[in-house]
């Protein structure tokens, strides 16, 4: 009697048809090959877990730049070993998709306390609700945080949340492929997704490129090719029986040419790699623009007088450890709009990101340590010297002002949303550049820097740049021209009761009113912005500075600086190479006073100066958000594209992770059945037909033994579906009269046997409840079999399992050390006997 069983269509890489001769090797294969053992538990399987485990190490290791410290590498590891174990397990008990994911889930809020956030836990090990808390907001908000925090990130523990849940993820995608799907060879892709994930979470500069770009591409390759090959041997194993020794020397042929590779690649990497990674990557953080609003912050520059007026014997705060030589910097102005020289973020200005107890850094000069307490001072920017390379706030409101923390690298500027008032206290470690000399500077070249362009600029400005310049042509020889034309000519006034008359303010109006006189009269604010802003006219890139410095005569270095009112400043910077920004201060002599206009013969009597306006302080609240009306209707025209990409990454990135496990069932199932119905062979297109049939039957629930028969399988299934009863034994018929008869389709046939399979499978899904249709969609029943057990048998059998597997464990330890013991009494007995005789 013919056997009309057929063998599992998927296994021998034909597209789910079986011909007379396919079945007959099928069934012989199947009789040798113990299928009901799952490849997780077989040494191939080891082989599998290894080669994903050294991938994922090796990608993990990319955040080390970002962390700073080693402190990312027990959230990293331990999520892809977690994730690891939830798929190795998950295949060995045949888990479907959503008892996986559930699995996976669990997994994360069971285990993350313990190996990303030990500080909320008992005993840095038993999670509580505040865990579970952190847990759920960082999968969701911590990607945001990562790239918007100035690394180092190990100043924000919560933030390891994110390498422990990427890593997950990606070892739950990686083993679960591995261990289950046909093509195991895919596996790779989440690695390679996890890889590119890892780096672009990261900084400018990478971790081990060249490591990680071999191991990744070596191993993941060579890995491939051996799951590849193993594949098409296991599917034809008559023919491997026949011919080990072949099958031997394919595979010693396959370990020499993937050492081949090893070498080949390794040594290409070590030559190409320089050239490769000569530059700096593209990252999200240098991408997406934290989300801080500077327009309600208002300029600090815009109340400079009240400083001189009203503080000016104000004690603000005292600086302990300020070196000597050394400036507080308050805020870097480098945008000037026509009315407020003010903030920026963004571009060659740098971006304001959270900063914490340690910053990164790579300025040259003096590391010391600063400690500032405030007294009388209240605002949002931050006092602070040099480049910072941490702040650590102290007192009561120590952990609201850390969290409100905002630092701009390129600037320097430091911003407190909280805003700083009497009482507060922080430490800052300050990296302080001492200043050059203007000789050195000479020989020393400008650096061209890209600073946002002046709007709206004084008429004036240009033409006295020209003048002031003279016949200067280095930018250095321009500079300093200007600037000491300025010192020369100008008068300093606050506007004080002894002092000449000066209007506060560095408007464009203001600006052109100090350039036009042939005696300008100001103070800091003005003359460094009229210096910054005809520098910019002379094409030198310079910016405004606004601080404190002592006065040299009342300050010893080495003794605490108690800052007042009186010792504030502003300054221009310009950058230099190899010295970076330095400063320029434009004060003019303190011998410039106003003279009186000479007398003249045709007027008799002396002339008297005028006295200017009442000086008028500009609104305090408003000077920040000034802009003119182009910019306004262009701002409310265009598109905030770098928040569209915040909340594309904030809510895209997390939602495609949890998604992708459901995509890539649906590809599979898509590519499988498309598989089948373009099989070469027409016999294999009916076939497959039926195999689809099965599968979704399968995967709702209703499946039919692997060694059941067409007839029998339809039998079977019109118990279970009685709508499609007729349906499913014409189909059944049909498929065994093509295979076993002595006929061959024609295209028409098979057109109308499939059409006949997507009208019963359509009938099959819409006689069920809406979950079980949807569950189907998703089941990988049909991929492991239909003989797999029920979710309830595996989770009894799951709970079951442990007890007993620790008992043997420990049985077999026991043993083990009795039968030692027991060998060494024995031998000792004889080397006993020995001696005696």
Do not use: C
Request: proline residues 7%.
């Amino acid at each position: 009697m013919t056997d009309e069983r057929t063998g599992p269509e998927e296994g021998t890489g034909s597209t789910g048809g079986t011909s007379r001769t396919q079945a007959r090797a099928a069934t012989t294969r199947a009789r040798g090959h113990d299928g009901a053992r799952p490849r997780a538990l077989t040494a191939a399987g080891a082989v599998d877990g290894v080669a994903l485990a050294a991938m994922l190490a090796v990608v993990a290791l990319g955040f080390g730049p970002a962390w700073g410290t080693d402190g990312y590498l027990l959230p990293a590891l331990g999520g892809a070993g977690v994730g690891l174990i939830v798929a190795w397990v998950a295949a060995w008990q045949r888990w479907p998709v959503v008892l996986t994911a559930l699995a996976s889930v669990l997994a994360y809020f069971l285990l993350g306390g313990a190996l990303a956030l030990p500080g909320s836990t008992v005993a840095g090990v038993v999670p509580t609700p505040a865990t579970w808390q952190e847990l759920a907001l960082g999968a969701v908000q911590g990607w945001k945080e990562f790239v918007t925090s100035v690394p180092p990130l190990s100043s924000f523990p919560e933030l390891a949340v994110v390498p422990f849940l990427l890593m997950l993820l990606a070892g739950v995608l990686a083993g679960t492929i591995a261990w289950r799907a046909s093509h195991a060879a895919w596996a790779v892709l989440p690695v390679v997704v996890a890889l590119a994930g890892v780096a672009l979470l990261g900084t400018i500069l990478p971790a081990f490129p060249l490591v990680q770009g071999l191991v990744v591409a070596v191993v993941g390759l060579l890995w491939a090719s051996w799951r590849a090959a193993e594949s098409r041997m296991g599917a034809n194993r008559l023919l491997s029986d026949a011919s080990r020794s072949a099958t031997r020397r394919l595979r010693a042929q396959r370990l020499r040419g993937g050492a081949a590779m090893l070498v080949l690649g390794g040594v290409a990497a070590v030559l190409v790699a320089p050239q490769i990674s000569a530059g700096e990557r593209t990252v999200l953080r240098e991408i997406i623009t934290p989300p801080l609003d500077l327009h309600q912050y208002t300029s600090p520059l815009v109340g400079f007088r009240s400083y001189t007026k009203e503080l000016a014997d104000t004690a603000l705060f005292t600086v302990d450890g300020m070196p000597e030589g050394g400036r507080v910097r308050l805020a870097t102005l480098d945008t000037y709009a026509g009315t407020v020289y003010d903030v920026s973020s963004g571009g060659e200005a740098g971006v304001f990101s959270r900063a914490g107890e340690v910053i990164d850094t790579v300025a040259d000069g003096e590391r010391v340590p600063v400690d500032v307490t405030v007294t009388g001072y209240s605002g949002v920017w931050l006092p602070d010297l040099g480049e910072l390379a941490g702040i650590e706030f102290s007192g009561d409101r120590a952990e609201e002002l850390s969290a409100s923390t905002y630092y701009n690298g390129t600037s320097g500027t430091a911003l407190v949303t909280a805003g700083l008032r009497p009482g507060d206290s922080y430490r800052l470690d300050a990296v302080v550049t001492p200043v050059p000399s203007e000789d050195s500077l000479a020989s020393t070249p400008i650096v061209d820097t890209d600073l946002p362009d002046p709007r709206d600029v004084a008429d004036a400005v240009p033409a006295k740049a020209q003048q002031f310049a003279a016949d200067a042509t280095e930018p250095f020889e321009r500079l300093t021209n200007i600037r000491d034309a300025l010192v020369a000519t100008g008068v300093y006034s606050n506007g004080l009761e002894n002092q000449p008359a000066s209007r506060p303010g560095h408007s464009a109006a203001r600006i052109d009113e100090l350039l036009d006189k042939d005696e300008m009269v100001g103070d800091d604010e003005q003359f460094a912005t009229a210096l910054a802003l005809m520098a910019r006219s002379a094409g030198i890139p310079a910016r405004v500075v606004m601080g404190f410095y002592p006065d040299e005569k009342t300050w010893t270095p080495g003794t605490p600086y108690v800052v007042t009112g009186a010792d504030v400043h502003a300054w221009v910077e310009v950058p230099f190479e190899g010295h970076g920004w330095v400063p320029f201060d434009v004060i003019p002599d303190e011998d410039n006073k106003v003279e009186p206009l000479p007398r003249s013969r045709q007027v008799p009597k002396p002339p008297v100066l005028e006295a200017p306006e009442s000086p008028e302080e500009p609104p305090r609240a408003d000077a920040g958000d000034v802009e003119d009306d182009d910019n306004d209707e262009e701002d409310s025209e265009g598109v905030d594209w770098r928040a569209v990409a915040a909340v594309v990454v904030t809510v895209a990135i997390p939602l495609a992770i949890l998604v992708l496990p459901l995509l890539l069932v649906l590809a599979y199932k898509a590519r499988r059945r498309g598989r089948r119905r373009s099989a070469p062979v027409l016999v294999d297109r009916v076939s497959g037909g039926w195999r689809e049939v099965l599968d979704v039957a399968t995967d709702l629930g209703a499946g039919v033994p692997p060694a059941a028969t067409r007839r029998e399988g339809a039998v079977l299934l019109a118990e279970r579906v009685p709508s499609g009863a007729a349906a499913t034994t014409g189909l059944a018929h049909r498929a065994d009269h093509v295979v076993f008869g002595a006929q061959t389709p024609t295209d028409d046939d098979v057109d109308r046997y499939w059409a006949e399979v997507d009208a019963l499978v359509h009938e099959m899904q819409h006689a069920v409840p809406w979950r079980r249709r949807v569950a189907g969609r998703f089941s990988l029943r049909s991929v492991r079999g239909a003989d797999a057990p029920p979710l309830r048998t595996v989770l009894l059998r799951g709970l079951a399992a442990g007890p007993r597997a620790v008992g043997r464990a420990a049985a077999a330890g026991v043993r083990s050390v009795r039968d030692r013991m027991a060998r060494a009494r024995r031998q000792k007995a004889r080397a006993q006997q020995r001696e005696d005789r």
